[in-house]
């Protein structure tokens, strides 16, 4: 079984439409995050949840909505999406913070 | 700000060598920090972590070193493999708070 796996792992989408990338971890861990990889590999945290509240917003355009309906899923939903929007975006896991389980990856590409 | 940072962006080595790959870190209040490895098309895998109390931890062929003296991290891995070609990444976190920072990555290519 995947610890933690996200859908979809590759998704192309014109400007300007709505995407959700969904995100699933099955560690009992109690706090879940996203992060952006950029195309120099460089990661960057989006949000993080604890038991469903949210715990970390960072500088992220609000365009980009978390929902966390429980403790074992943490989606991500994106309106109006840019070009710049185009990177590999991570969902992670982890229990007290410590030592993350990262999933595979949802590439997305804006056209 | 706070950063944490490599000093070498890519690494080659031969097979079987051993490596080293160094990272430095700006945030004196850090008092955990991890490795991790990222093959293509894959997410981060945790390596091994180290807490500010202890200056050398170890594990399987994998060794990080903790300076806190002049903020360094290190990992060391032995006897180099081909499977341990990927982007490895320091991170480092402040116990009590709830985000971890990573580095920018340094790319390990291993030579046959």
């Known amino acids: 079984d995947t610890a933690v796996s996200q859908t979809p792992k590759y998704l192309v989408t014109q400007m300007g439409n709505d995407k959700s990338i969904k995100c699933e971890q099955n560690?009992?861990?109690?706090?879940m995050y996203w992060y952006k990889q950029d195309s120099k590999k460089f990661l960057k945290i989006m949000f993080s949840?604890?038991?469903?509240?949210?715990?970390i917003n960072e500088t992220v355009p609000n365009r980009f909505s978390p929902k966390s309906p429980d403790k074992a899923h943490l989606n991500l939903h994106i309106n109006s999406l840019e070009l710049g929007d185009s990177a590999v975006y991570f969902c992670?896991?982890?229990?007290?913070?410590?030592?993350?389980?990262f999933g595979s990856g949802t590439r997305l590409t804006v056209v | 700000g706070e950063s944490v940072g490599l000093h070498l962006p890519t690494l080659s080595v031969q097979e079987g060598d051993n490596s080293i790959i160094n990272c430095a870190y700006s945030n004196s209040a850090s008092d955990y920090f991890i490795w991790y490895k990222q093959e293509s098309g894959k997410g981060p895998q945790f390596i091994i972590d180290i807490r500010s109390n202890m200056d050398k931890r170890q594990g399987q062929r994998v060794t990080v070193l903790l300076n806190k003296t002049v903020k360094h991290l290190s990992l060391q891995i032995a006897a180099t493999q081909p499977g341990d070609s990927a982007v490895y990444f320091c991170?480092?976190?402040?116990?009590?708070?709830?985000?971890?920072?990573f580095g920018a990555g340094t790319r390990l290519f291993v030579k046959a």
């Open positions: 991170a480092e976190m402040s116990t009590g708070g709830f985000k971890t920072i």
């Open positions: 949840y604890n038991n469903k509240e949210l715990i």
């Open positions: 560690l009992g861990h109690d706090t």
């Open positions: 992670a896991s982890s229990q007290d913070h410590f030592g993350y389980t």
